[in-house]
């Protein structure tokens, strides 16, 4: 069974940090695409950033100098740092596990909040 947790969500001051985790198991986590999405409320989900198997990473414009996505496959883990957050950047944050060849991959996990106050 597939299990994706996220961590290190919570309230922080405009121009502070946060650092998600998201734990993996039941999966081959080296082979895998990981993506970070978020959810702000009336909001649809939108591709925050993308690490490949092989290390290769991609931002979203609205993130792209503040955040920073890394993996540890020996862990199991996928980070997320956010650094100079906004107001704008609170919003639900979910881990998502991809691969499109066998084994196909398309993992969720149940998501970890940011909240950042002005």
């Known amino acids: 069974q597939v299990q994706l947790v996220e961590s290190g969500g919570g309230l922080v001051q405009a121009g502070g940090s946060l650092r998600l985790s998201c734990a993996a198991s039941?999966?081959?986590?080296?082979?895998?695409?990981m993506n970070w999405y978020r959810q702000a409320p009336g909001n649809q989900r939108e591709l925050v950033t993308t690490?490949?198997?092989?290390?290769?990473?991609n931002y979203a414009d609205s993130v792209k100098g503040r955040f920073t996505i890394s993996r540890d496959n020996a862990k199991n883990t996928v980070y997320l740092q956010m650094n100079s957050l906004k107001p704008e950047d609170a919003a639900v944050y979910y881990c998502n596990a991809y691969r499109e060849n066998s084994p196909r991959y398309d993992y969720w996990g149940q998501g970890t909040q940011v909240t950042v106050s002005s």
């Open positions: 690490i490949t198997r092989g290390g290769s990473t």
């Open positions: 039941g999966m081959i986590f080296s082979i895998a695409t």
